[in-house]
């Protein structure tokens, strides 16, 4: 917090504005609401030595002055309150964009524990492989015989070619796992 003083308007010309508090700092919306609390003291107190002494006059100047501190003290609460509603939006969107990054999270992790088990399979039974589709879904396929030519001996199982590189088939597949979410 600085120690430089805060423009304080005239307190019986105008108030604050709504839209002139939005662009200060919750220290200075503080020490101005606390600067009102002072001058509607002191104006009470002003009002209450009139009705002693009785003078006459002054009395419609101290009320326009109190209105118009009781005018910036509700701008100070409806800029706070504005920014508060902005805060619990904010928190909201925040729990359910964590939320939905958590189940996508999940998601992921059960594909990866699906695609570990089907190689489990593959390598305990290279005949046969199992495809999962979904949850608990297994359909089991004979796995594609490699072309080979009479005098050629397959080393290894080809990989089919796609167009979509492997890490643009995963966040794809993760895209489309958020979407159905």
């Known amino acids: 917090m600085s120690k430089v003083p805060l423009p304080q ?17 919750f220290e200075d919306l503080h020490c101005l ?7 509607r003291n002191r104006l009470a107190t002003e ?10 006059y002054g009395d419609y100047e101290g009320d326009e002055r109190d209105k118009t501190v009781r005018t910036t003290q509700r701008a100070i609460k ?31 992790q059960e594909e990866m524990k699906a695609a570990r088990e089907a190689k489990k399979l593959a390598r305990k039974n290279p005949e046969t492989s199992t495809r999962s589709f979904g ?6 396929a004979k796995a594609p015989e ?4 009479e005098d050629e001996t397959p ?22 796992l958020a979407a159905a979410a």
């Open 9 to 25: 308007p005239v307190l019986d010309r105008r108030p604050w504005s709504v839209e002139e508090l939005r662009h200060k700092s």
């Open 33 to 39: 609401w606390w600067t009102c609390v002072k001058e």
């Open 47 to 56: 009002k209450y030595e009139r009705e002693r002494v009785k003078p006459g």
């Open 78 to 108: 409806h800029t706070l309150t504005e920014r508060w509603y902005a805060y619990e939006e904010a928190r909201k969107l925040n729990q359910e964009e964590m939320k939905a990054a958590r189940e996508i999270k999940k998601l992921a």
């Open 135 to 140: 949850k608990g879904n297994g359909v089991s």
């Open 146 to 149: 490699p072309e080979t030519s």
């Open 155 to 176: 080393t290894q199982l080809q990989q089919p070619s796609l167009d979509i590189p492997p890490i643009q088939q995963q966040s794809q597949s993760l895209r489309t």
